[in-house]
């Protein structure tokens, strides 16, 4: 069992930054691809970005994409969202999840996050 823990989520500005983390409990953190998803308030979740178990391939949501940088640090079992030029659109729960297949589709991930709360003002 994998356990995701978000971090990094907050209020912020329009054009400003964040960066999200994901902590992984598991020790085989490499053998995981991992994705970061998001719900917003009355829609349904959906893709922002994904890394492969080596980091060789990243995915974007085409919202996010020039915006937002997934990145992996397997030494530090860690996932990474940086977000930039953040708009009013991208205020969502942000979770990350954890899966061999990986991927655009939620059904590639195995594990999830409690999921990280994002809100951007105007």
């Known amino acids: 069992q994998v356990q995701l823990v978000e971090s990094g989520g907050g209020l912020v500005q329009a054009g400003g930054s964040l960066r999200l983390s994901c902590a992984a409990s598991?020790?085989?953190?490499?053998?995981?691809?991992m994705g970061w998803f998001r719900q917003a308030p009355g829609k349904e979740r959906e893709f922002v970005a994904a890394i492969s178990r080596s980091a060789a391939i990243t995915y974007y949501a085409n919202s996010v994409e020039g915006r937002f940088t997934i990145s992996k640090d397997n030494a530090k079992n860690t996932v990474y969202l940086q977000m930039n030029s953040l708009k009013p659109e991208d205020t969502a729960v942000y979770f990350c999840a954890a899966g061999f297949l990986g991927g655009r589709s939620d059904r590639g991930y195995n594990y999830w996050g409690q999921g990280t709360q994002v809100t951007v003002s105007s």
């Open positions: 598991e020790r085989t953190f490499s053998s995981y691809a």
